[in-house]
């Protein structure tokens, strides 16, 4: 029996899930009685290297895309759940741990359906797993009848009932077995995906009076008052050698098919339409893998299977089950595929939905952009991709716009300047790959010159450098009106240009400009409009310097100081001259004087005299000239008297010597 497994396979798959690559497991079908709770065991993977610092976590119910809307039942960033699921769902795993199991309580019959679990690990780390559990929820238990009892033979009927709730457990009784044999419980067992079931076994030994018996079993829960009950009827044969008309069962005799009896032949099979047993459910597929569609059906004849897309036949016959292969899978074989079983009697079909998962196309944009300055820029990006692609735009590695789960991109630039020219970027990407494509804005605008633009002399040399950013290309005159002369770029012995991108920058010389220069205003114009400046010259305070030279700077450096002494000198013999110390008429006292003349040398002192006054003027050095002095008289009796009323000033002492 398969729920005796010892080793599970699912839980196998679990410890060696420790792969480094995205993946997730879970059961693909669980069940659950109605009022209940059930816990979806689930255990996911992400690539080690993304370590990232918190784990989040989504559960969405009955489709796996967000683009769809589908409900939420559980979200770990924000605890906001559809209405449908408050106050029902609760993750009983740790996401930081790589369990996703999910508890839901209180179920009713809306529940059921398909669960998808979505890893949130930050930024585009986003995952929707296309592994999904099925949930089925139902309110009677399976009675388990073996296909053939015969009278006389022990057999052995099973009741199992879904053990997946961790708050209520289930215990099983029989109903009607009285007479029969005494039940046996087996316990609670786990199935071969993680589920687990509580099976009850009976063991008797039918008699022929036992045939169409009623047969039941009930699950309840203790504390509760969740009963539910589940029959089936015993259909017993007669044994070996049994006599006429035994073990005919209810219903025998309908549907036979006419024909006619050969003595001694067993009894014709009933005539049956064909009922589809067996078929896949919806099926996720990554690009270039092989996917294996099957369909099996029960009938009388055995019935033509077909299987069909859009209506063209992609394969039948006439079998019990078809097997459709599909190699290397593409984009173009996504959609639904439906088996179609047919005979004489009746006909049934089931569809199947195959979803290719795939990397988003190359993005396509609608070409390079050409735009005038002010003018409103629409740029869309659109791509293919299962499931939908993030779509963003950057430009230098700045994101201006982003979707998330959308197939195109819109950017919206309302009022375009020169710095919206550029190269940019539109990237798509998914779990199976990441694809771009780059494009370009290119604005166009009048010509604006820019700040650096200037000249700047050098001995005898000028040059103006003219920086112009425009779009297209303008073209650059430099214009001396003082001498009613332009130049312009094509004169390559006075004008050098060179663009890098937008900027186009123009540089004018001049030389053998002895005098003073001259004005230069750049002139730069292109197809949407003109602009001038007059460039300054660039620290022209130094502009004499360079016109003199170092040594005449030298020689104006000597007269300047020489001025500064000899007006200092100056100051001070008019401060002697009119000092108020003295009154009118009295020889003011001299400490020393220079205002001498010698008998029989008038010509030789005259001379000493004004050379050195020549040197002081120069700031020079020399040797006073030799006094030859009969006698010396200090007369310093005239002191004045400091009081209240007497300035400073007034207090200076002087005396003369006089040579006699």
Known sequence: MIFLTALPLFWIMISASRGGHWGAWMPSSISAFEGTCVSIPCRFDFPDELRPAVVHGVWYFNSPYPKNYPPVVFKSRTQVVHESFQGRSRLLGDLGLRNCTLLLSNLSPELGGKYYFRGDLGGYNQYTFSEHSVLDIINTPSIVVPPEVVAGTEVEVSCMVPDNCPELHPELSWLGHEGLGEPAVLGRLREDEGTWVQVSLLHFVPTREANGHRLGCQASFPNTSLQFEGYASLNVKCEPGGGPGAGRG?????????????????????????????????????EGSHV????????????????MRDGAVLQEAVAESLSLELDEVTPAEDGVYACLAENAYGQDNRTVELSVMYAPWKPTVNGTVVAVEGETVSILCSTQSNPDPIITIFKEKQILATVIYESELQLELPAVT??????????AENQYGQRATAFNLSVEFAPVILLESHCAAARDTVQCLCVVKANPEPTVAFELPSRNVTVNETEREFVYSERSGLLLSSILTLRGQAQAPPRVICTSRNLYGTKSLELPFQGAHRLMWAKIGPVGAVVAFAILIAIVCYITQTRRKKNVTESPSFSAGDT??????????????????????????????LGLRGEPPELDLSYSHSDLGKRPTKDSYTLTEELAEYAEIRVK
């Open 250 to 286: 209810p219903g025998r005799g309908r549907g036979l098919r006419r024909g006619p009896l050969t003595p001694g032949a067993p009894p014709p099979l009933p005539a049956d339409p064909p009922v589809i047993v067996e078929v896949n459910s919806s099926v996720e597929a990554i």
């Open 292 to 307: 294996s569609l099957l369909c099996g059906a029960d009938s009388n004849p055995p019935p033509l299977l077909t299987w």
């Open 418 to 427: 020169p710095e919206d020219d550029g190269e940019y970027w539109c990237v």
């Open 588 to 617: 003011p006292p001299v400490l020393f004087s220079s205002d001498f003349r010698i008998s029989g040398a008038p010509e030789k002192y005259e001379s000493e005299r004004r050379l050195g006054s020549e040197r002081r003027l």
